[in-house]
T-cell receptor, first 113, second 108 residues
Framework: EAQVTQNPRYLITVTGKKLTVTCSQN?????MSWYRQDPGLGLRQIYY???????DKGDVPEGYKVSRKEKRNFPLILESPSPNQTSLYFC????????????FGPGTRLTVT | GQQVMQIPQYQHVQEGEDFTTYCNSS?????IQWYKQRPGGHPVFLIQ?????EVKKQKRLTFQFGEAKKNSSLHITATQTTDVGTYFC????????FGKGTRLHILP
């Protein structure tokens, strides 16, 4: 089954404790992206990757890191999480950029205390 | 940077009534994509519009892209309870800019 998977689905952590949210897709997609969703703010792009070893900042990259060492994986790293990073995070992938539909993962709800 | 404004933020309709959400940009858009997110779920792609003045239909849903490619709309005819959710538009280049979404509530 074609899908985007994220882990963990739920995470409660404390300020400053490094964490990684994994994202994997099995559709051989070149484009992958991370979003955060907050009430009233919609979906905001954090980082995106056009292909392996190519990553770029979205609209809200501060406090996040990503890497794209393999085509299928695109982990999101929070080196020193803060409470303002409490949010619902979605990973998404598409065949390529621009005129292709995105497939979203199920989401990761992160709480930073 | 580019922004996509979406209105209204919320809409309550009686089942069977029509619903419309609008997206507007101050700059010309390459394309516009529409997504639906059910409560507790993830966004799901509905459609993409690319051409000036383009109109596409999916059963009770009608999508339009303005002549100047600066605005778009999604219209649902005779809403049903299955239409409940949040509808997002998105402008897609290498970066992707989403509107803030319109949350649709259906009153039985």
């Amino acid at each position: 089954e074609a899908q985007v998977t994220q882990n963990p689905r739920y995470l409660i952590t404390v300020t400053g404790k490094k964490l990684t949210v994994t994202c994997s897709q099995n559709m051989n997609h070149e484009y992958m992206s991370w979003y955060r969703q907050d009430p009233g703010l919609g979906l905001r792009q954090i980082y995106y990757s056009m292909n392996v070893e190519v990553t770029d900042k979205g609209d809200v990259p501060e406090g996040y890191k990503v890497s794209r060492k393999e085509k299928r994986n695109f982990p999101l790293i929070l080196e020193s999480p803060s409470p303002n990073q409490t949010s619902l995070y979605f990973c998404a992938s598409s065949y390529q950029a621009r005129e292709y539909e995105q497939y979203f993962g199920p989401g990761t709800r992160l709480t930073v205390t | 940077g580019q922004q996509v404004m979406q209105i209204p933020q919320y809409q309550h309709v009686q089942e069977g009534e029509d619903f419309t959400t609008y997206c507007n940009s101050s700059t010309t858009l390459s394309n516009i994509q529409w997504y639906k997110q059910r409560p507790g779920g993830h966004p799901v792609f509905l459609i993409q519009l690319v051409k000036s003045g383009e109109v596409k239909k999916q059963k009770r849903l009608t999508f339009q892209f303005g002549e100047a490619k600066k605005n778009s709309s999604l219209h649902i005819t005779a809403t049903q309870t299955t239409d409940v959710g949040t509808y997002f538009c998105a402008s897609r280049d290498d970066k992707i800019i989403f509107g803030k979404g319109t949350r649709l509530h259906i009153l039985p």
